[in-house]
């Protein structure tokens, strides 16, 4: 189930935020993906998920797998009446699709999930009641009943307190330990070398691409910044 990266390029209207990557996502790896803002990191886990068409390039599956995708807590509505338990129901949804149907287990295992996050007691409260945290726990369970093979983080630890960051990167570690292959955007660079074997270092280029001691050296770090540095709003038109 890994994923090979052939010199891909993605962006938006052909102005390129992640530019010629190229590598291999390890099945079972659990990496952190780092750099500067704005440096092509939420836009490589939406080419990947397929949100996003690459402009050039390509990503190769080695063998069929399921994708979840956990976006930025700030990219999600939450003003739609829904309420918690329904909101991991929708896990669901990639098997059952609009009109099928939610069986006895999947009920089951939605709660068991919700439960497992320490929100079964809110399953019946509107999400839109919730504080960050208590949102960001309830997407967790809605990945946990998804089941994919590969899980994609996009600041998942992003305005949570701390026993909320701690309780999630748990359960991040479970899914590393039962096989699931798992790519978190951070910013928390201690965290990202304490608990992330591998590491990718993207400032629209990739800096470095290897075990996360590798990768995050003072040299590396500093040449990302310094290409941060240089960018303008609108980057060239991508041609290849």
Same mark, same amino acid.
């Not at 063998?63 to 129901?89: H, N, W």
């Given at each position: 189930? %890994?994923?090979?990266?052939?010199?891909?390029?993605?962006?938006?209207?052909?102005?390129?935020? =992640?530019?010629?990557?190229?590598?291999?996502? !390890?099945?079972?790896? /659990?990496?952190?993906?780092?750099?500067?803002?704005?440096?092509?990191?939420?836009?490589?886990?939406?080419?990947?998920?397929?949100? *996003?068409?690459?402009?050039?390039?390509?990503?190769?599956?080695?063998?069929?797998?399921?994708?979840?995708?956990?976006? !930025?807590?700030?990219?999600?509505? &939450? %003003?739609?009446? @829904?309420?918690?338990?329904?909101?991991?129901?929708?896990?669901?949804?990639? =098997?059952?699709?609009?009109?099928?149907?939610?069986?006895?287990? !999947?009920?089951?295992?939605?709660?068991? $999930?919700?439960?497992?996050?320490? @929100?079964?007691?809110? #399953?019946?409260?509107?999400? %839109?009641?919730?504080?960050?945290? !208590?949102?960001?726990?309830?997407? +967790? #369970? &809605?990945? @946990?009943?998804?089941?994919?093979?590969?899980?994609? *983080?996009?600041?998942?630890?992003? $305005?949570?307190? %701390?026993?909320?960051?701690?309780?999630?990167?748990?359960?991040?570690?479970?899914?590393?330990?039962?096989?699931?292959?798992?790519?978190? =955007?951070?910013?928390?660079?201690?965290?990202? &070398?304490?608990? +992330?074997?591998?590491? /990718?270092? /993207?400032?629209?280029?990739?800096?470095?691409?290897?075990?996360?001691?590798? =990768?995050?050296?003072?040299?590396?770090?500093?040449?990302?910044?310094?290409?941060?540095?240089?960018?303008?709003?609108?980057?060239?038109?991508?041609?290849?």
């Amino acid at each position: 189930m %890994s994923l090979i990266f052939d010199s891909l390029t993605a962006g938006y209207d052909r102005h390129p935020a =992640v530019h010629h990557l190229s590598g291999t996502l !390890q099945d079972n790896s /659990l990496t952190a993906l780092i750099g500067p803002n704005g440096g092509g990191k939420s836009t490589l886990l939406k080419a990947i998920t397929g949100l *996003l068409k690459p402009l050039s390039g390509q990503i190769q599956h080695t063998k069929k797998c399921r994708i979840g995708y956990l976006p !930025q807590v700030a990219e999600i509505d &939450r %003003s739609f009446p @829904m309420s918690v338990y329904d909101t991991v129901l929708l896990g669901y949804w990639p =098997v059952c699709g609009i009109w099928g149907g939610i069986n006895a287990a !999947q009920r089951h295992e939605a709660l068991h $999930a919700l439960e497992k996050v320490g @929100m079964d007691s809110f #399953a019946h409260r509107p999400v %839109s009641a919730l504080s960050s945290g !208590q949102f960001q726990r309830v997407l +967790f #369970a &809605r990945l @946990m009943v998804q089941n994919a093979d590969i899980l994609l *983080l996009d600041e998942p630890f992003a $305005a949570i307190d %701390s026993r909320t960051t701690a309780d999630l990167l748990q359960v991040v570690l479970e899914w590393h330990k039962n096989g699931k292959t798992v790519v978190a =955007v951070l910013h928390d660079l201690p965290q990202a &070398r304490l608990h +992330f074997p591998e590491a /990718l270092l /993207l400032a629209r280029d990739c800096i470095a691409w290897d075990k996360t001691a590798l =990768v995050m050296t003072e040299d590396n770090l500093k040449k990302a910044d310094n290409l941060a540095r240089q960018w303008h709003d609108h980057g060239e038109i991508c041609a290849a």
